[in-house]
């Protein structure tokens, strides 16, 4: 699985035509400790660039934008209880959404992981 970047610090990975998405480690460590991840409802249809999402952390409340256009089917609820889950696994069990894709062009568009990282520096 290939995981692209926004300038927002999102990241996204596809699987088949569905795409996991979350905020990058650089974003959490950002943030410092989460204490609040506001979900949006499964069944929303989101366009590339919507916000989707809050974080709030003891520093600062900070949103979260689609990477692509779709239909968020699954939201981690785990965050819910456990908003510190982004802190300690970013880029893996602390992800936000699965979006079903409704353009995959859009990907081309994000940035790999070489990218990001030259961004960030």
């Known amino acids: ?3 692209r970047y926004t300038e927002d610090h999102e990241w996204i ?3 088949g035509d569905v795409a996991t998405v979350g905020i990058t480690v650089h974003a959490a460590e950002q943030l410092g400790d989460v204490v609040f991840v506001e979900l949006p409802d499964t069944g929303k249809t989101l366009a590339k ?3 989707f999402a809050v974080v709030e952390s003891v520093k ?3 949103e979260v934008y689609a990477p692509i256009d779709g ?3 699954a939201i981690n609820s785990v965050l819910d209880d456990a908003p510190a889950t982004v802190n300690e ?3 893996g069990a602390g992800w936000f959404v699965k979006i079903k894709m409704s353009d995959a062009s859009q990907l081309d568009g994000l940035m790999d992981e070489a990218a990001y990282n030259a961004h960030i520096a």
């Open 49 to 51: 660039g919507d916000e």
């Open 71 to 73: 239909e968020i089917i």
């Open 89 to 91: 696994d970013a880029a």
């Open 1 to 3: 699985m290939t995981t």
């Open 60 to 62: 600062a409340a900070s």
């Open 13 to 15: 990975t596809v699987d």
